[in-house]
T-cell receptor, first 113, second 118 residues
């Protein structure tokens, strides 16, 4: 039973397209996150979402938008994709009673052509 | 803002030997959490070990242990009896418990690529 799942695992698309990545967690956690891992393996927080409060990393372009239909899901929508958006995107979740330990999904490798 | 520095881009160790990965961080907070995550070629991010700053005792998980030096802001990871399956990128990460009601992310170092020589 996967704790944090993401779909798709691979996504290849053309510049200018709009795409979404889905994330679901079955851990009952209150907080979910999106991270971006660049080609040099550097991981950086993009968003966190807790009880309908969204905290956005100020460096994230507004072409990226998270959408949370319920506590167990946090999807990532990307508009007008650019070459520089190519990266691995990780979803994660955490709970404060667990010392804010983050549990990660398997990642989605996005390639923009 | 907090920063995390991993000064060793790559480390190599013989199988069954011990290796220590370095991590330093910069913060003005007195309470926080520190983590080591492992990322094998499968890309999955796997929690290795966690340390709460208010705990003086160093965390251990089987062959993995940390040397937490709060005053020096150092958090190194020791892997004993290295195994081929330990080969991976290792990331040190910092988490503040204070900001945004907890809705804040981890701050990661740039990672250390660990190679295990058979």
């Amino acid at each position: 039973d996967t704790a944090v799942s993401q779909t798709p695992k691979y996504l290849v698309t053309q510049m200018g397209n709009d795409k979404s990545i889905k994330c679901e967690q079955n851990l009952g956690h209150d907080t979910m996150y999106w991270y971006k891992q660049d080609s040099k393996k550097f991981l950086k927080i993009m968003f966190s979402y807790n009880n309908k409060e969204l905290i956005i990393n100020e460096t994230v372009p507004n072409r990226f938008s998270p959408k949370s239909p319920d506590k167990a899901h946090l999807n990532l929508h990307i508009n007008s994709l650019e070459l520089g958006d190519s990266a691995v995107y990780f979803c994660a979740s955490s709970q404060d009673e667990d010392g804010w330990t983050q549990y990660f999904g398997p990642g989605t490798r996005l390639t923009v052509l | 803002a907090q920063t995390v520095t991993q000064s060793q881009p790559e480390m190599s160790v013989q199988e069954a030997e011990t290796v220590t990965l370095s991590c330093t961080y910069d913060t003005s907070e007195s309470d926080y959490y520190l983590f080591w995550y492992k990322q094998p070629p499968s890309r999955q991010m796997i929690l290795v070990i966690r340390q709460e700053a208010y705990k003086q005792q160093n965390a251990t998980e089987n062959r993995f242990s940390v040397n937490f030096q709060k005053a020096a802001k150092s958090f190194s990871l020791k892997i004993s009896d290295s195994q081929l399956g330990d080969a991976a990128m290792y990331f040190c990460a910092y988490r503040s418990p204070y900001s945004g009601g907890g809705a804040d992310g981890l701050t990661f170092g740039k990672g250390t690529h660990l190679i295990i020589q058979p």
